[in-house]
Each structure stands twice: as C-alpha cells, then as structure tokens.
C-alpha cells in the first residue's frame, strides 16, 4: 500500500434531472374575450434531499392580459403557483462517505406555453419547466504515488534571466527621475 494513497474529498456523488408539464387555472373578475399574453415571472425554489430523492419546492407568479366586454376593455389577472418537483437521484458513489449540499439548476424556467379560454370564464395556462440536480458528498479517491521521482526538477522552471532580457533597459532611467 505504499504506492497509493487514499484522498478525501467533495465530489458529485448523484444526479438527476426532471421535465415537468403542468396545467394551471386562472378565474379572472371577468368573462374574457381573449388572451392578449401571459408570462411568469418571481420565480423561487429551494432544494433538499430526502433519501434518494430531492424535493424542489418552488412559486412563480402567472400573469395574464386579457381583453373582456366584447374586447372594449382590458385587465391583467395575477396567479402565484405553487409546486413541489421530486427528482430521482443516480448514484455514481454508492459507498459515499456523507452526503453534504444540493445544488439544483435551472434548465429551462418556468415558461407559458399556451393560455386559453376555457368554461367561457376561466383560462387555463399550459406551463413547463426543467431542473438538474447534483449531490456533493465526501467520497474516497485512491491515486498512486511516485516515490523515486527526482524532486530536484520541480523547481526548473526556466526562471533564468538571459542576456537578452536586458536590452530594452533603459540605463539612464534612474538619472531621468532625479529631476522630478
């Protein structure tokens, strides 16, 4: 064992990633004529690990301009959502020392895809989102040892001064700043 050692250290012990279509209802103070736009906006999470799985709990803000009485007027209905994604995680390091931090990113934010009408009062706003996850933990790393290496050659690295590194000098520039 005396040309290995064994090394701790942080690394991405688990993975995961997840898709996620969902469906909201949105009831406005009016009976719409029509949809003039919809985005989402505020949006927040926060990721924790629960067994093999994390658990993004996260809110956004729908917001929908619409036109009612017979698109004479408009309005704009505001919805916060909230949601709960449980991403399943693959382990690259079963024999994980701990599991310390999550980090969950972003792939594609909260996103309307489609907002339409439905029921003549109420409108429906097909949204998507997507996350990547990773789990750092503490794992065991074994790299190999030389021990007859020549230790001397560390410290060559060519940080010799040559003749020519001294031809742009200028030998009176000392003698030109006395006088400031």
């Known amino acids: 064992m005396g040309e290995y ?3 701790i250290t942080k690394a991405v012990v688990a993975k995961g990633r997840k898709f996620t ?3 909201h209802t949105v009831k406005p103070l009016h009976n719409p004529s029509s949809i003039l736009g919809c ?3 505020n949006h927040t999470y926060e990721a924790k690990k629960i067994d093999k799985k994390v658990e993004i709990n ?3 803000d729908i917001n929908i301009w619409y036109s009612y009485n017979n698109n004479t007027r408009t309005e704009v209905v505001t919805k916060t959502v909230e949601y709960c994604d449980v991403i399943k995680l693959k382990y690259r390091d079963q024999d994980c020392l701990d599991e310390h931090d999550v980090i969950a990113k972003v792939i594609q934010q909260p996103n309307c895809l489609e907002c339409v009408i ?6 429906v706003v097909h949204v998507e989102r997507e996350f990547i996850v990773e789990v750092l933990g503490d794992t ?6 030389y021990p007859e290496r020549d230790h001397e050659n560390d410290y060559d690295w060519g940080f010799d001064v040559d003749d020519d590194d001294f031809e742009d000098l200028d030998p009176d520039f000392l003698d030109k700043n006395k006088d400031k």
Do not use: F, P, T
């Open 5 to 7: 050692r064994e090394i």
């Open 118 to 123: 439905s029921d003549g009062n109420m409108m």
């Open 21 to 23: 279509k969902s469906n």
């Open 58 to 60: 996260g809110a956004y």
């Open 140 to 145: 065991k790393v074994i790299v190999h040892v």
């Open 39 to 41: 985005w989402i906006i």
